[in-house]
């Protein structure tokens, strides 16, 4: 993430200092956070042996909803992937809902000693990547078939695998995905979907006001809205009066609920016309920027008052579905 300041360490420190009964599922999940965070460095010498880039944003089909890397052919990924999967695959072996599926997830990443079945696995290894940014669900439930892993264990896997991946493609464009990105032009990226990849946002900031040190003067007032992926951890700016899921826009359509002492910028945004709610922290009123992927965890007690209001998360993930 481009304004990232804390670390995955940091944030969950800062996280448990005020939610210390966060800290079964936060220390459960520290390694495989660190580990996602740090993969995208590690990565990016392997990207560029291939010919994998990120497209450059055609602002025709960013218009039609097309993020940047639907329909696009994703050869010559395998190789990154197996070896995000040689960091990530050990941690699963250490989380429950994967634990018992190891044998399966571990020969979807293994290179077979015989060429043609080798070659089978690489391009059932680019299938699923496609498939995963093109939700396609028979190809997803194909892959969990032949794994002999049920479908939604697969895809918690493969989102930490792929995850990092892509999120090295971003920051090996010119420019990564700073403010200056292109869906971040005005009105380039209309959407409460990736414009990179297509997923749904995990948690949205709202930011600080910018200073130019050099001339000492205010830039930007801030809270300007952010939604941050919830695969990619592509950042971009979104209008706040706007619901991310069913893209309705006006004066009554969002809500905010927040708690009612130390909320520290921390809340729920939900539609009023779709229930759809996602997490969402004021930067303006805390001090210090998370780790989003965390932070996003870290707000599982707004998770469960959303939910008792009968509210649907916009990405349901392990933490936030009961
Ligand atoms: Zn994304
Ligand atoms: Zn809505």
Not at 99 to 110: N, T, V
Not at 197 to 204: K, L, N, T
Not at 208 to 237: I, M, Q, Y
Not at 251 to 278: F, H, P, S
Request: proline share 8%; net charge negative.
């Amino acid at each position: 993430m481009a304004l990232s300041c804390q670390s995955v360490e940091e944030t969950i420190a800062g996280i448990l200092a005020r939610r210390p009964v966060l800290g079964p599922v936060l220390n459960m999940f520290a390694p495989l956070l660190t580990a996602r965070a740090a993969l995208p460095q590690t990565l990016r010498p392997l990207l560029e042996e291939t010919t994998l880039r990120l497209p450059e944003m055609d602002r025709e089909r960013a218009a039609q909803g097309f993020p940047l890397l639907a329909e696009q052919p994703l050869t010559g990924i395998a190789a990154p992937l197996r070896a995000a999967a040689e960091t990530i695959l050990p941690l699963l072996e250490a989380q429950t809902v994967t634990r018992p599926h190891m044998d399966g997830l571990r020969r979807m990443f293994a290179v077979p000693q015989e060429e043609d079945a080798a070659r089978e696995r690489t391009a059932a290894l680019e299938v699923l990547a496609e498939g995963m940014l093109n939700e396609k669900t028979a190809v997803l439930e194909k892959a969990a078939a032949d794994a002999g892993v049920p479908l939604p264990v697969l895809l918690f896997a493969f989102g930490f695998i792929l995850g990092p991946v892509l999120r090295a493609l971003v920051l090996m464009r010119p420019g990564g995905d700073g403010k200056d990105a292109p869906w971040n032009a005005d009105g380039a990226w209309r959407h409460g979907y990736c414009p990179v990849c297509g997923s749904s946002p995990s948690i949205a900031y709202l930011d600080r006001p910018v200073f130019d040190e050099k001339n000492a003067f205010l830039a930007g007032g801030g809270g300007k809205k952010h939604l941050h992926c919830s695969l990619c951890g592509t950042d971009w700016v979104f209008r706040r009066g706007a619901c991310p899921f069913c893209e309705k826009e006006g004066n009554d359509v969002m809500e905010i609920l927040r708690e009612t002492k130390d909320a520290r910028g921390e809340r729920v945004d939900w539609c009023t016309q779709c229930r759809t709610y996602c997490p969402a922290v004021d930067l303006r009123e805390s001090t210090g920027t998370p780790d989003m992927d965390v932070q996003a965890i870290g707000m599982l007690h707004l998770d469960m008052v959303a939910a008792g209001k009968g509210l649907h998360p916009i990405h349901p993930a392990f933490w936030n579905t009961f």
